[in-house]
């Protein structure tokens, strides 16, 4: 069956770094456009990074542009996000999107 599993969540400090990982099974990986959104409490999910098939296009939610990176390792079944310079607002569930499942989330808490 598909499966999206994220990792790499945590709590890290104002102006911190996380890399967060979505291995997947079950799908032709290479086929599908991913995305990462998130959901902070009380708010609705919102897309943060997507990128496309073999991994020719990107885009980003402005509130992240120039601080998270997205990427993919096709050999490896697997989506990365790259978070830089993070701020307390960056605080959420990380969920990672494809071909129309998600992942179970990744709690990322950022402390000021």
């Known amino acids: 069956q598909v499966q999206l599993v994220e990792s790499g969540g945590g709590l890290v400090q104002f102006g911190g770094s996380l890399r967060l990982s979505c291995a997947t099974s079950g799908f032709t990986f290479s086929r599908y456009s991913m995305s990462w959104y998130r959901q902070a409490p009380g708010k609705e999910r919102e897309l943060v990074a997507h990128?496309?098939?073999?991994?020719?296009?990107?885009k980003y939610a402005d509130s992240v542009k120039g601080r998270f990176t997205i990427s993919r390792d096709n050999s490896k079944n697997t989506a990365y996000l790259q978070m830089n310079s993070l701020k307390s607002e960056d605080t959420a569930v990380y969920y990672c999107?494809?071909?129309?499942?998600w992942g179970q989330g990744t709690q990322v808490t950022v402390s000021s």
């Open positions: 999107y494809g071909n129309n499942y």
């Open positions: 990128i496309t098939s073999i991994g020719g296009y990107t």
